[in-house]
């Protein structure tokens, strides 16, 4: 098996983005840009074995990030960091990464084209070996409106160059027409590269050493370079603006709820549905719409969800639970078969199987300096607009009434009432 070192080139401050955060990091669907790429990559590790994420804007930053989520999470990869002192270009990223480069074959991508995948990755991988040229490019048809590079070949159809759109004018205004655009994916030899590089000038208006640039020198020293077409564009989409992450999240959004639909949840109305990336749900679970599902929440078997909920991360629902209309659960574990059918909050808390939430229950979770947390146990009912001040803990078949405001613990079987709440003489059965 042929061994491969990634090079992500993820050093650019993203100007178009109109933000200080460094482009690789913005988020999508809750995840930054880069981990998508990071993340397809590792699964195709029976050739990936080492990733170069050159950095530059803010790289303790991103750095910091990728260390987070897959230094100790993910394995058989070795991950470096190249530090881009200046930013002049992505062949300069390149040149600085190829010192630390350690296998002969190299695949280049970017950290900001968060849709590619792993299939495509590995199609092309296996496209280049087979082959065997200097270099391999990965393409597509794009309407003209696009902001890629255009492939632009010689009478015979070989690669000869790439144009990229720089200037006032860099992007073509008839939509109705296609191009061939460059995806920013490159498979080399890692010899072949590194002598071939010293040989791009810089770029003129951009004052930058281009990466595209090593289609034409390769072409002029009659080094042959191939292309992977895919069949469709969207993988390529790379993301340079605002508008451009929202329609990637577009995107990605539309293959999770393939992806979730798939495994036997029930999505009544995907385009009012949000759910981010690293959500579990369960088979046979019913997802209504304007439901809105972070990170991390894990949604059990044969639940019922929305419509209006938003569910943050740690939320986790057990097998036949119904949560929804106007909900927000944050930090908090929610055991079997329980109701939580109306308006209301709970965060930071611990709710035991078969417990009734009333409507417009609220869990007071935080005193203006730390956060508090709430048990309620097996078998209680909460009465409608209960207000359980935390830190506190309900017994087991314990029960509040209508309007109390809990400060206090609740014994087993005990009812409270009132502001604040006081225990009724007849304990509850």
């Not at 993910?74 to 470096?80: E, F, H, K, V």
């Not at 979730?260 to 369960?282: F, H, Q």
């Not at 109306?342 to 939430?357: P, R």
């Not at 309620?376 to 359980?388: N, Q």
Request: with cysteine; glycine share 8%.
């Amino acid at each position: 098996m042929e061994k491969f070192t990634a090079i992500i080139l993820a050093a650019g401050k993203g100007t178009r983005m109109k933000s200080t955060l460094p482009k690789v990091l913005h988020l999508l669907l809750g995840r930054p840009l880069i981990y998508y790429v990071l993340r397809e990559l590792f699964k195709a590790k029976q050739n990936i074995k080492q990733i170069i994420v050159v950095v530059g804007y803010e790289r303790e930053r991103v750095e910091a990030e990728v260390k987070r989520l897959f230094i100790k999470k993910y394995s058989g990869i070795r991950i470096d960091f190249v530090n881009q002192k200046k930013r002049l270009g992505t062949a300069d990223a390149v040149s600085a990464a190829i010192k630390k480069v350690a296998y002969e074959n190299i695949l280049v991508a970017c950290g900001d084209s968060p849709l590619l995948t792993a299939a495509t990755f590995k199609k092309f991988i296996s496209f280049y070996l087979k082959k065997n040229k200097s270099c391999s490019l990965l393409s597509a048809f794009l309407e003209k409106s696009n902001s890629l590079g255009r492939i632009i070949r010689d009478k015979d159809g070989c690669p000869q160059r790439v144009k990229e759109k720089v200037g006032p004018r860099c992007c073509g205004q008839d939509s109705g027409k296609y191009e061939e655009a460059n995806s920013g994916v490159y498979c080399f030899k890692r010899e072949s590269l590194a002598v071939n590089l010293k040989l791009i000038k810089k770029n003129p208006v951009k004052k930058e050493y281009f990466l595209t640039d090593i289609i034409e020198v390769f072409y002029r020293n009659n080094k042959q370079v191939n292309s992977y077409t895919m069949d469709s564009g969207d993988e390529i989409s790379g993301v340079n603006s605002q508008k451009d992450l929202w329609k990637a999240e577009d995107i990605m959004r539309q293959r999770i709820m393939e992806e979730v639909s798939a495994r036997g949840v029930a999505i009544i109305d995907p385009k009012t549905t949000y759910i981010e990336e690293g959500v579990k749900i369960g088979k046979n679970s019913v997802i209504y719409p304007f439901t809105f599902i972070e990170k991390g929440v894990i949604i059990g078997n044969n639940c019922s969800v929305g419509p209006f909920v938003r569910l943050r991360g740690k939320a986790f629902l057990a097998d036949n639970t119904q949560v929804g209309n106007f909900l927000e659960i944050n930090r908090t574990r929610v055991g079997k078969s329980v109701k939580i059918k109306h308006f209301g909050y709970l965060g930071d808390a611990s709710i035991a199987d078969n417990v009734n939430i009333g409507a417009g229950t609220v869990i007071a979770n935080f005193d203006g300096k730390n956060k508090h947390k709430t048990i309620i146990g097996k078998g209680s009912f909460i009465g409608s607009d209960t207000v359980l001040v935390a830190p506190v803990k309900l017994g087991k078949n314990s029960a509040t009434g209508a309007g109390s405001v809990v400060t206090k613990n609740v014994t087993s079987g005990t009812t409270v009432v009132g502001v604040p709440a006081r225990v009724l003489k007849k304990k509850r059965r």
